[in-house]
C-alpha cells in the first residue's frame, strides 16, 4: 500500500503553498494564518504532496540546513510540514513520504542524517528516528533568582538595539558559537529573516520582540539575547513577566551580565525560558538552585540516513573500536555489521563481518548521536545488547559529549 501511495506523492510547487498550508491547518487543527516565516524559507522541489482531487490531503518536506554534532558541523535534512488529512489518515501515508523522504536523501548522498521535531512523542521511532535532545521551560520567580557571589558579570555593558544593529552584531556572533555547541543549526539570512519575523498575532499578547546586546570595553560583542516582555498586575502590585527565547555568549562573564540584565527588570516578576536545553548553565549560576524549575521534554530526533556517514562525522571523546550489528528494517541499506573506530580527532565506519559487540537498532543509534541520551541508559531500558563484556560502558562514554546540545528554534 505504501509503494502505491509513494507512487503518486509529487513536489508541490511555491504555486501550491496556500493550499498545502491548508492541508496542514486542518491537520495540527488550528488555522496557520501567520506563514510569512514559512514561506522564506520554504524549498519548494524538497516537499513532498499527495492530492486528492484538486485537494491536497498530505504534505512533506525538507530544510536543507546543516547542524552541530559532537566535534563537527554536518548538513542534514531537516524534517518539516508533516501533515496527513483526516479524511486519509491511518492509511499508509506518512509511512509513504517518510520512506521516499529517507530514500531520497539516501540517494543525493549529501546528508547524513536526518532529524525533525515531533509533535508527538509515538510518531517516528518506527522510521528510526531516536530521541536525541532535550528541552523544555525553564521558569523561576525573578525574585530569587540572585546570581551566586562567585559568578562574575565582567567589565563590559549590556545594551539593547534595534533589529537592524542586532542582526549585524549578533549573525557573527552566532557564527563564532555555532561549531562548537551541538544541537545549533545553520542560518542563512533567510532563517534569520524567518526567525525574526514578528507578525502581531503570534506575540500572545507580548510585546514585540525585543533585542539585548553584551560588549566589552573595547567595543567587541560577545553576547546577545532575545525576549519580550508581558506587564500585567495583581492586586499585590506588578506582575510582569520576561520571555527569554535565545542567549548566546562567548565566555560566562557575558552570559552572567545579560542575566543579570534580564532577572532585574523593574516591574517583572517571572522569568520563563521556553527553549532552554537540558541542562542550561543559569541554574548553576544561581545562589538557589532551586530557584528554577524545568519541564523537560522531548527535543531533536535524530535518523542515521547512512550509519557509516554519519558515525564517521562525528568525534569521540574517548577511542572507540567496536562492532556494531544494526537493524534497520525502514531503510535496509543500513543494516548489519559495521566496524566504529573513532576518537576525539576522527571517526571512521566501515563493513565488516565480524563478530559483534553491540546489537542495536538504528534508531537507538540515532538517539546517542548528539551526545545527549546515553547510550548506558538506553541499555538499561533493553534498547542495547551487549555481547562483549564492557561494550556497553566503553560505548557510553565514546558516544558521550562534554558539550551538550541546546537547539533554542524549531522548524
Ligand atoms: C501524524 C500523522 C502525520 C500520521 O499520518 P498517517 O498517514 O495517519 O500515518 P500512517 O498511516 O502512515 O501510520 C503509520 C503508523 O504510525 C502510527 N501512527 C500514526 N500517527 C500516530 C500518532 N499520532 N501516534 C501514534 N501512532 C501513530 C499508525 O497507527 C501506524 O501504525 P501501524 O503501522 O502499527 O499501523 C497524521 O495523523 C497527522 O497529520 N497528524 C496531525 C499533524 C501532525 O501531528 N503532524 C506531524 C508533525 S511532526
Known sequence: MPDEIESRLRPFTADEFDAAFACLSEGFGEDITEVEGDRMVFEPERTLGLWDGDRVVATAGIYTRDITIPGAVVPFAAVTLVSVSGTHRRQGVLTAMMGRQLREVHERGTEPIAALYASEGAIYGRFGYGLASYQGQLKGETHQMRLRADVHTGDGRVYPVDEKDF??????????????????????????????????????GRTARRYLLHAEPDGTVTGFALYRRKAEWADTGPDGTVFVTELQATHPAARAALWQYLLAMDLARHLSVPLAGRDDPLRHMLSDPRAVTMAQNDGLYVRLVDVDAALAARRYPTTIDLILDVEDGFCPWNAGRWRLTGGPSYGRCIRTDGDPDLALSAETLGAVYLGDTSLGTLASAERVREITPGAVAAATTAFGWPVATYSPEGF
Do not use: M, V
Not at 542560518?187 to 507578525?199: M, N
Open 167 to 204: 542582526r549585524s552584531a549578533a549573525i557573527p556572533l552566532y557564527e563564532e558559537i555555532r561549531p562548537s555547541t551541538p544541537g545549533l543549526l545553520s542560518r542563512k539570512d533567510r532563517w534569520w529573516d524567518s526567525l525574526l519575523t514578528d507578525p502581531e498575532k503570534h506575540r500572545n
